[in-house]
């Protein structure tokens, strides 16, 4: 059993921790209780955590608690979603609880579990039962106890894992909506992968092993050994994408090198990815990848001259190599943030997802728009960076999702230079309807509550589709439904699309508006956009419709209603 462990040791147990929930952040995705295809909980929790790792990756601590402190520093700022924001506070108190040991022990574990729990508890406004707080809060209990009994770090730890697992499984009994849907609390879950992941570390048991990670070997033919005859893809192509958005799903783009190549390996981070593959149509791929990102450098050699070039004792010809290009692009990204100095009173940041909605927001006098929304969560570091170029003494942030507004509000101590008001906008209209009422020679509490109240008076309606089977809310659910919500609630399911439509707009948050805004998302076309703002114009006759084009993913339509 091990007893204590050192920096070194704790940072081999975050690296594999970051793995075990990365291997399993699909499993912890479904765990979403509501059908639609929003269940990101396993990603959120796994970016989060994997920033951390990289950071643990690249340096080396002389004690654990300094160890502790870089973890938290980097769950902060990689935090996704609420359950990501979650997770860096229990790091955060974690870190605070052992900041001065070398080393760490059992109750020195056991008191920076409770820390960690304390500082959770603490930063969450309305902590509700049969969640990640509860399964934490009663798994560091548990480690207290064990911590009495044995001073060991490993049976401490194995302990907490088995209390927090009884209080997963409770999760079900204790909230209704968990109850209803039949499943554990997923926050809880990614809680405890991550916590066995750093049992397995501690006990020598291998990581799980992670396609697509950016230390994957990429495979280098072997010229020498083969004859130009025996290449069967000509070309040896490598290139760097600079990522439109983070969080790309790169599963088509490999389907599709598959198809037409082999030697396939695909490395990433949130900013780009690098394709390493052999094929007969290197410009294809090249042009297939643009769809996902902005081209930055490519190396594309033959493999046949140059074996037969080999073959006849010839100097091969070959393109420079790109490790002193990446180095150089590596540097870049590590370059300090812009920081813009301040040059009026006002700046405004907003997140949404879609081009039609940034352009709405840029022209509403929005200074910086991260992408992002539901399943494409920034980080606190990504809102942070745009706070930062943000060129005003006082920058509001306007979350537009609820899942973003505590990632947001961790940048309020952490931007040192700007005062950060961070807005509590649930939904894209309220956003808009914020940026409306924002007025530039107001003064800050005046500002603040005329936003505040112009949101407040949004009723948001959205239409997307279910992405499982379900019985929720007294609705019989198939995967592929068209589903309406209001104000985050399920409205109503339909298998006909214009039928949900006239349901909706028969409800009273439409029939009572004065003005209703249809934003139509990216797989509606412009003519099916206008239908339906004709059929909602006919069922609420006392409003004025408008129509534009939002570009927004998962949400077929999202509707503001004033």
């Not at 059992?106 to 820390?115: E, K, P, S, T, V």
Request: glycine share 8%; with cysteine; net charge negative.
């Amino acid at each position: 059993m091990k007893h204590t462990i050192d920096a070194a040791a704790f940072q081999r147990m975050v690296i594999h921790a970051a793995a075990a929930i990365t291997a399993q952040k699909q499993h912890i995705n479904d765990l979403n209780v509501f059908p639609v295809p929003d269940g990101d909980t396993g990603t959120n929790m796994s970016l989060t955590i994997s920033a951390a790792a990289t950071e643990m990756k690249k340096n080396s601590y002389p004690t654990v608690g300094q160890a502790a402190q870089a973890t938290a520093s980097a769950l902060l700022r990689g935090a996704r979603g609420n359950s990501g924001v979650i997770l860096s506070l229990l790091f955060r108190g974690f870190a605070k609880g052992i900041k001065d040991r070398e080393t760490i022990d059992g109750r020195d574990l056991a008191i920076a579990l409770d820390f960690g729990v304390a500082a959770a508890y603490k930063a969450v406004m309305k902590p509700a039962e049969g969640t990640i707080l509860t399964v934490s809060r009663l798994a560091a209990a548990r480690a207290a106890g064990a911590a009495r009994e044995e001073n060991c770090l490993e049976s401490v730890l194995q302990a907490a894992i088995e209390e927090g697992q009884i209080a997963l499984d409770n999760t079900i009994n204790q909230n209704p909506v968990l109850k209803k849907a039949g499943v554990v609390d997923a926050g809880g879950k990614g809680f405890l992968v991550i916590l066995q992941g750093m049992l397995d570390e501690v006990r020598g048991l291998p990581a799980p092993e992670i396609q697509g990670e950016d230390d994957a070997p990429a495979e280098k033919a072997d010229f020498v050994a083969m004859a130009a005859e025996d290449i069967t893809f000509a070309f040896d192509t490598v290139f760097i994408v600079r990522k439109h958005q983070e969080n790309v799903n790169l599963e088509p783009f490999r389907k599709y090198l598959n198809s037409i190549g082999d030697s396939l390996v695909i490395g990433e981070d949130d900013e780009a990815f690098k394709v390493h593959v052999h094929t007969n149509i290197p410009g294809a791929a090249l042009t297939e990848a643009q769809k996902y990102g902005t081209l930055e450098l490519a190396k594309i050699e033959n493999m046949r001259t140059q074996a037969d070039d080999l073959a006849a004792g010839k100097h091969v010809q070959s393109t420079d190599d790109l490790d002193a290009v990446e180095a150089e692009l590596e540097k870049g990204c590590d370059a300090a943030p812009v920081k813009a100095a301040p040059e009026k009173k006002y700046g405004y940041v907003a997140v949404c997802a879609g081009q039609g909605l940034e352009s709405v927001f840029r022209d509403l006098g929005v200074d910086g728009v991260i992408s992002g929304g539901q399943t494409m969560n920034p980080s606190t570091d990504d809102i942070l960076r745009e706070i930062d170029r943000t060129p005003a003494e006082t920058v509001i942030v306007l979350p537009n999702n609820k899942n973003t507004i505590m990632a947001a509000e961790q940048c309020i101590r952490l931007c040192e230079d700007k005062k950060v008001i961070v807005l509590p906008t649930k939904t894209v209209p309220q956003g808009i309807a914020a940026m409306l009422a924002a007025d530039p020679d107001a003064g800050e509490e005046d500002l603040v509550s005329a936003m505040t109240e112009a949101f407040g008076r949004v009723r948001t309606a959205e239409i997307t589709y279910a992405a499982r089977d379900s019985d929720f809310g007294g609705f019989a659910i198939k995967q592929g439904d068209y589903l309406a919500l209001l104000e985050h609630h399920l409205f109503g399911t339909d298998q006909d699309l214009d039928a949900l439509l006239g349901q909706l707009a028969q409800a009273p948050e439409l029939q009572n508006a004065e003005f209703i805004s249809l934003f139509y998302g990216e797989d509606v076309t412009e003519e099916q956009a206008e239908a339906a703002a004709t059929l909602i114009t006919q069922a609420c006759p006392n409003a004025e419709v408008s129509v534009l084009p939002g570009g927004q993913p998962v949400y077929y339509y999202m509707i503001s209603a004033e």
